[in-house]
Nanobody
């Protein structure tokens, strides 16, 4: 059973940084595509960043490109999301997710294609 556990959330001021971590229960970071999603009250869950297992490259939503960085540490089975220059609109619950290889790269931030989810970690950015 794949388990994912996020940590690293918190409260920061606009312009600040946070690094989120997602610890996986097995070696899925080496075989699965891994992604970060976020959800704020009243809004749908949206993809933020993903790392493609097939291509070995990251993909970012336009809203975070140039500010967020997703990385893997396969020795620790951990996925990170470094978030810089945070804005109030980045606030929300951040979730780590995993999906087996096989999804199209253009769909890598499609929330419906991810069967495994963590419980989430809250990020609050104040202006």
């Amino acid at each position: 059973q794949v388990q994912l556990m996020e940590s690293g959330g918190g409260s920061v001021q606009s312009g600040g940084s946070l690094r989120l971590s997602c610890a996986a229960s097995s070696f899925i970071t080496r075989r699965y595509s891994m992604a970060w999603f976020r959800q704020s009250p009243g809004k749908e869950r949206e993809g933020v960043a993903a790392f493609s297992a097939e291509r070995g490259i990251p993909y970012y939503a336009d809203s975070v490109k140039g500010r967020f960085d997703i990385s893997l540490d396969n020795t620790r089975n951990t996925v990170y999301l470094q978030m810089n220059n945070l804005k109030p609109e980045d606030s929300g619950m951040y979730y780590c997710a995993a999906t087996p290889p096989g999804i199209a790269f253009r769909s890598i931030l499609d929330v419906d294609l991810y069967p495994r989810w963590g419980q989430g970690t809250q990020v609050t950015v104040s202006s």
